[in-house]
């Protein structure tokens, strides 16, 4: 069988190279767009619910929404494996961690399907709702938002019905948390002082402020139950009505009047103060130059980082004229300038190996022809295995590049084991002046070698089997790295048997006989295995050297981490923790302060930060917590 593929690469080796030109041309251009991200993904199949209760204490949310909605409607879920709840004032935070190998869209169908019962619990805030899918690392982009000529509560406004919809509608992006978000509210302040000089009682001043609006979210007031416009017909037309609310500003909401005073006339502003204001903050950003907002933008599992940050930026960039006097602050974080800086970095490493082999090959074989077959087999094979892990849709990451990174050192070696049996055979066939086809010389030299390099790929493919069986998230770092190696070995294997017997034909069939010049090497290298043969005790010795020394090599590996690569990563993160009770203001001005030391320490670019949580946000922290974010400079 072996044989038989040799002999057919040879006879159309041709159309082999130009397929292998193709294949070439196609993996350099397709690779290059292939999704981009830091780690893969490491997290088990997971769910979220939150719901939102303003106002409830951290017990009341625990008491009247967490328990009832763990307990009661989701404990019974299918595949669930364990689940976990947060109270925190006003949000509950329910995490549905599911066995693994389950399918998260069947396992977000069940819990949707059971918070169909959701409506039995007290009315005391937000229905409960799933949060999207979100990647292990799921911060793709935060943006600093700030304005000179514009108020927090006009910003936010902005933020929120202008850039946030933006965003989500890019593709890729999950959620848009806004940090700070202050809505406009047309508030009605109580002073009991002036109700009781009045007459007037609190509930007096709430169904009258409800009836003000034409639907109001209050369900004991008569705007609760608002009816419709209706029409009105005419001879030859049908009109619709529509109800347009005549109260916009404060002082048209001061001039209501308050019901049931009897003969009395009292307005709203009379007994209460009727402002502009925003709603209590369950969270802020701290960017140090001023009040501003940070949107978080998280991306769905599996998206490309490169692509949607470049989308983003785009989408920014065509808002941009109308943001006058808006500032947009995009290097607070941003994991795409790392991972650009690492596959630049990764390209500029990979041309300088593909020359070092080139180097090493013909200093060692003395032959041109030998050195180009060897790198182009060799880099033929990474390609071809990079180009199948793009066409099953693989996120290229560190543990994807360490995979190539392993099998690299095989790949070298069935190009270069290769063509030195060829080059041997055809310089053998020239000296003995063997007038045959030299097809058939390089396909008996392959097929010589290759059989027991078959039985060796082998070996090398079940080798790390094992390492299939760990889980969580080992499991989840070890497995694209196995896949990666092992379509890097088989691609090697395919390319030594179909390109590389075509490319030997072309180059070295046209090789001089010639005396080896490698003779003194092969003399040095024979020299030493008869003298390790004959002294059994220098074999026992040398094995115990190289013992103790990769032992002492792996004791000072422990200290310093995992023998990984490491990213250029120039952010760091900081979490931030007050004590117990802190207010929100003092937060904000603890973290400030903390932000503008961090800027006068050498070396830092930009700092930023963010207390509390922010609405349908992943944190699920009360205001007396926060994360402070440093870039640092390159």
Not at 29 to 52: I, Y
Not at 535 to 549: K, N
Request: without cysteine; glycine residues 8%.
């Amino acid at each position: 069988m072996l044989r038989r593929i040799l002999d057919t690469s040879l006879q159309f080796r041709v159309l082999v190279l130009a397929v292998a030109a193709v294949v070439t041309a196609a993996g350099l251009v397709f690779v290059q767009r292939a999704p981009v991200d830091a780690l893969p993904e490491f997290g088990p199949p997971r769910v979220r619910v939150q719901a939102e209760a303003l106002g409830l204490s951290a017990a009341e949310v625990e008491q009247l929404i967490t328990v009832p909605l763990e307990q009661d409607l989701l404990n019974g879920v299918p595949w669930l494996d364990t689940i976990r709840s947060e109270s925190v004032p006003g949000r509950s935070s329910i995490d549905l961690v599911f066995e693994p190998g389950t399918d998260v869209l069947h396992a977000r169908q069940m819990v949707q399907e059971h918070l169909t019962q959701a409506h039995a619990l007290p009315a005391v805030g937000t229905p409960p709702v799933m949060m999207q899918p979100l990647s292990s690392t799921s911060r793709v982009m935060m943006l600093g938002l700030t304005a000179k000529d514009l108020s927090p509560i006009d910003l936010s406004i902005l933020a929120r019905w202008k850039l946030k919809p933006l965003l989500m509608g890019i593709r890729g992006v999950a959620n848009v948390s806004i940090w700070g978000e202050r809505d406009r509210q047309l508030q009605v302040q109580i002073h009991p002082d002036r109700l009781r000089a009045h007459g007037v009682s609190l509930d007096q001043v709430i169904n009258t402020t409800g009836n003000a609006l034409w639907v109001s979210p209050l369900t004991f007031v008569e705007a609760s139950t608002p009816g419709t416009g209706g029409f009105i017909d005419t001879a030859t037309q049908r009109f619709a009505i529509q109800h347009v609310l005549p109260i916009t500003t404060a002082k048209g909401l001061a001039a209501v009047s308050v019901e049931d005073t009897g003969d009395r006339r009292l307005r709203l502003g009379q007994v209460a103060n009727v402002v502009e204001d925003h709603q209590p903050l369950i969270g802020d950003a701290v960017l140090g130059d001023g009040t501003g907002l940070m949107m978080v933008v998280d991306k769905f599992p599996e998206a490309n980082t490169l692509e949607v940050t470049r989308k983003v930026e785009a989408a920014l960039a065509a808002l941009r004229p109308g943001l006058a006097g808006v500032r947009i602050d995009a290097g607070v974080y941003r994991p795409a300038s790392f991972l650009s800086a690492a596959l630049a970095d990764l390209g500029r490493a990979g041309l300088l190996a593909l020359v070092l082999v080139l180097v090493l090959l013909g200093a060692v074989t003395r032959s041109w022809r030998v050195a180009v077959v060897g790198a182009a087999t060799t880099a033929l094979s990474l390609l071809v295995a990079a180009y199948l892990l793009y066409l099953r849709g693989t996120t290229f990451n560190l543990m994807v590049l360490a995979g190539l990174a392993v099998a690299l050192g095989l790949l070298i070696d069935d190009a270069v084991v290769g063509v030195d049996a060829v080059r041997r055979r055809v310089r053998e066939a020239h000296a003995a002046g063997e007038a045959g086809p030299v097809a058939g010389t390089v396909a008996a030299a392959l097929a010589e070698v290759r059989r027991p390099l078959l039985y060796g790929t082998v070996v090398a493919l079940l080798a790390p089997l094992p390492a299939l069986a760990l889980t969580g998230v080992a499991g989840s770092f070890v497995r694209p790295l196995l896949v990666s190696y092992a379509l890097a070995v088989a691609a090697s294997t395919a390319v030594a048997v179909t390109v590389a017997p075509a490319l030997a034909v072309v180059l070295l069939g046209r090789e001089r006989a010639s005396a080896p010049r490698t003779g003194r090497l092969d003399g040095a290298v024979a020299g030493i295995v008869a003298a390790f043969a004959r002294r059994t005790r220098w074999v026992y010795a040398t094995v115990a050297v190289l013992v103790l020394l990769t032992g002492a090599g792996a004791v000072a590996q422990l200290g310093r981490g995992a023998p990984l690569p490491s990213l250029a990563d120039p952010h760091v993160l900081v979490h931030w923790q007050a004590t117990p009770g802190t207010s929100l203001p003092e937060t904000a001005r603890i973290t400030g302060r903390a932000i503008r030391e961090l800027r006068a320490v050498p070396g830092v670019a930009a700092v930023g930060a963010h207390v509390g949580r922010a609405v349908m946000s992943d944190a699920a922290v009360g205001v007396a917590s926060g994360e402070v974010w440093v870039r640092l400079a390159d």
